[in-house]
């Protein structure tokens, strides 16, 4: 069986829509779905709106939640939950990065000014089995 990062790795690959919490201006979680795009190092990019209600949450606070991995409850085997920081990004090296056409409904290429990107950086991922109570602990050394 391999490592536990490496079933981590593979259980981020891919673009795949998650739940990211937040904590608002006012001190109260907020959760929305996003789509994530992860890397080799568990780096996730979110695209989103410069002036959207998550990029303003993580400017004043930047610790966040990702809950994810089970997109049928028929097939769901095990899930992440995911603690980590994240930073607002518009520099165009992120941009380039996250872009795919599939955001060209929302933006009028890398270069719209109204594009950000949230990084966000894992410290402690929590692979958990349906079959088990006890979840298996990555965390970033």
């Known amino acids: 069986m391999p490592d536990l990062r490496a079933r981590i790795r593979q259980k981020l690959g891919g673009a795949q829509l998650v739940n990211l ?8 979680p907020w959760v929305r779905y996003v789509t994530a795009v992860t890397e080799d190092d568990l780096t996730m990019r979110i695209a989103t709106f410069a002036t959207s209600r998550k990029a303003s949450h993580i400017a004043r606070f930047p610790e966040v939640h990702i809950s994810c991995g089970v997109s049928s409850l028929a097939e769901a085997q095990d899930y992440l939950q995911i603690q980590a920081t994240a930073r607002v990004s518009t520099d165009e090296v992120d941009r380039l990065r996250i872009w795919h056409d599939g955001l060209k409904v929302y933006f009028s ?8 990107v949230l990084v966000v950086k894992p410290y402690r991922i ?16």
């Open 21 to 28: 919490a937040t904590v608002s201006e006012g001190g109260r």
């Open 109 to 116: 290429g890398p270069d719209d000014p109204n594009l950000a």
């Open 126 to 141: 929590e692979l958990q089995s349906m079959a088990s109570m006890n979840p298996e602990v990555w965390e970033a050394s």
